[in-house]
């Protein structure tokens, strides 16, 4: 097994801004600094294969003449189990109808009625209607006008198949004054790694749920942009509250799709095998509970009984409604022999949503200097200890927007970019054990999906932990050791964040919201966050000169 001797001396590739992420987050702030900066926008996969593409549901925000702001700030509050920054809920909420207003402008198709006004559907944890959606691809409609404008904008630079590998800081080039001055980004078609300097970085690559075993994301939800900030020494918080979403199609072959909220706000009802109903038994609102209760309830059900799945029944609806509203839905559950107007839909919960993350102030700044977060990368102290739904995307919209705004005040200030070594390679080898990563990666989310679920105790926290511990030396002795590829830099960063996720946990002594633990059934009567802060140590990154 011979040793690679080569570095990747190519000249640095110079922008105004880096942005880590080409979802609704990522592009939404490089179109506002279009007209003033030049910037590259990297995606690791394809620039639609994010989670912003595939969410179904909708984005929140008050249109009827019956809601109001209040409503919408009480609701996230409530559903947030105590643990929300009212203040950062009513600045989001309070420039929903702007950020709205922004994609309306660009033409993003928003579903209307027949009197020409948006059609607003219900979802979990909402009092009124205010989800405007596109049908049930939503997401899908926001990205693809999105990517058409940044792709006809000269001063955007997109780069498909280029995964950041790591943050290039002041420290790590023995340089005072801690900042962040870009990343070292892998080709990966090319498998050549590029330097990438920046005035300013921003993390927009969305979450962790690819942790678990079950999940409703796409394939590269990894966690990539919290692993790569704490490596960096930036703090994360309350990583213990990862939501699962309710109802996940339960199929062999599905591939963890998702049916949306928006069946439950449209009358669908959850049932038991034998057709018998079981929501009322556990909250008010039934079906249109919080996200956390209702996953808890199945889960609850299902443990109860031994079963595989519950269903999702709305074929009570006509079919003409069914098509009309879940197009994408209805044709994919008739894809595997599901007729969801004539019989339920086969569901079991998923992990789904990150509502932890890197700690932010409310211009998207971390403590780094120069480094920003944006999206479900970031922790604004929004979601608390439970995303209330369709706040999402509506986060990403307006931290979008606030911290290009923070940007443009600072990009007129001169910059002279530090020497930065190109990345070696020259004391690593051609792995021909990559059967280890794969073996390691199943390994690490069944053990997040077993021991640090819908449910948790103290225990359970504790074995996660300990096979962590050894996963992370594996993971860390062969990336030291063999050349790197995007599935090893994808357990990397994974492995991180599950131990994040574990700590977070075991730190939480009660239960609220997504963190529910049978050692501690009750709720403390002083919300806090829990946060986390990188030792010394973590801001060194192995393969840096």
């Known amino acids: 097994m011979k040793k690679i001797r080569r570095k990747h001396n190519l000249p640095p590739k110079l922008y105004d801004v880096l942005v880590i992420g080409s979802g609704a987050a990522g592009l939404t702030l490089a179109l506002k600094l279009a007209p003033h900066a030049k910037i590259a926008v990297l995606s690791k996969s394809k620039l639609h294969a994010g989670a912003t593409f595939h969410a179904q549901g909708g984005v929140a925000t008050v249109l009827d003449s019956h809601d109001s702001i209040e409503n919408h700030i009480q609701d996230t509050l409530r559903a947030g189990a105590g643990l929300c920054h009212p203040n950062t809920v009513q600045f989001v909420i309070e420039q929903s109808q702007t950020a709205i207003q922004w994609l309306i402008q660009l033409g993003v198709p928003f579903t ?77 078609k090319k498998e050549i790694v590029h330097r990438f300097l920046a005035k300013f970085v921003v993390l927009a690559t969305g979450g962790a749920s690819k942790a678990y075993l079950y999940t409703s994301n796409w394939d590269q939800a990894t966690g990539d942009g919290i692993a790569m900030a704490w490596r960096a020494g930036c703090p994360v918080a309350n990583m213990e509250f990862i939501q699962f979403h309710p109802t996940c199609l339960y199929h062999p072959y599905a591939k963890s799709f998702l049916i949306s909220e928006a069946v439950r706000g449209e009358g669908g009802k959850l049932r038991l095998p034998n057709g018998a109903p079981f929501m009322h038994k556990f909250h008010p609102q039934e079906e249109l509970a919080p996200r956390d209760i209702v996953a808890r309830a199945i889960d609850h059900e299902m443990k109860r009984l031994g079963l595989d799945h519950v269903y999702l029944d709305i074929s009570h609806k006509p079919k003409s409604f069914l ?223």
């Open 112 to 188: 209307q009625k027949n009197n020409q006004q948006y059609h607003l559907t219900k979802e979990g944890g909402h009092s009124h209607r205010r989800i405007l959606h596109v049908a049930d691809a939503t997401g899908k409609a926001i990205h693809q006008t999105l990517l058409q404008h940044a792709k006809k904008c000269h001063q955007i630079h997109l780069y498909e198949h280029h995964f950041a590998i790591d943050l290039i800081t002041s420290h790590k080039l023995h340089l005072p004054n801690n900042s962040c001055w870009g990343a070292y980004v892998l080709d990966c």
């Open 323 to 545: 098509q009309s509203h879940f197009p994408n839905i209805y044709q994919k559950c008739l894809e595997f022999g599901i007729d969801i107007s004539q019989q339920p839909i086969p569901i079991v919960p998923a992990a789904h949503y990150t509502c932890g993350g890197v700690a932010v102030n409310q211009q998207g700044q971390t403590p780094l200097k120069r480094l920003y977060a944006i999206g479900e990368t970031s922790f604004t102290g929004l979601h608390g200890a439970n995303r209330l739904a369709s706040n999402s995307l509506l986060e990403c919209l307006v931290y979008a927007h606030t911290a290009a705004n923070d940007i443009l005040k600072q990009l007129h200030q001169t910059t002279t970019f530090p020497t930065v070594p190109p990345w070696d390679e020259s004391q690593v080898r051609e792995s021909d054990e990559d059967v280890v990563i794969n073996h390691n990666w199943h390994e690490l989310r069944q053990t997040m999906w077993n021991y640090v679920g819908i449910v948790r105790t103290t225990k359970r926290l504790k074995r996660a932990q300990n096979r962590i511990q050894l996963l992370k030396n594996e993971i860390h002795e062969f990336y030291h050791h063999y050349k790197i590829s995007p599935d090893l830099l994808e357990l990397r960063n994974l492995i991180t964040v599950a131990e994040l996720i574990v700590e977070s946990a075991l730190q939480r002594k009660e239960s609220r919201g997504l963190h529910y633990t049978l050692d501690y059934p009750h709720t403390l009567p002083q919300p806090k966050d829990t946060i986390l802060t990188p030792q010394p140590k973590s801001n060194i990154s192995p393969n840096l000169p």
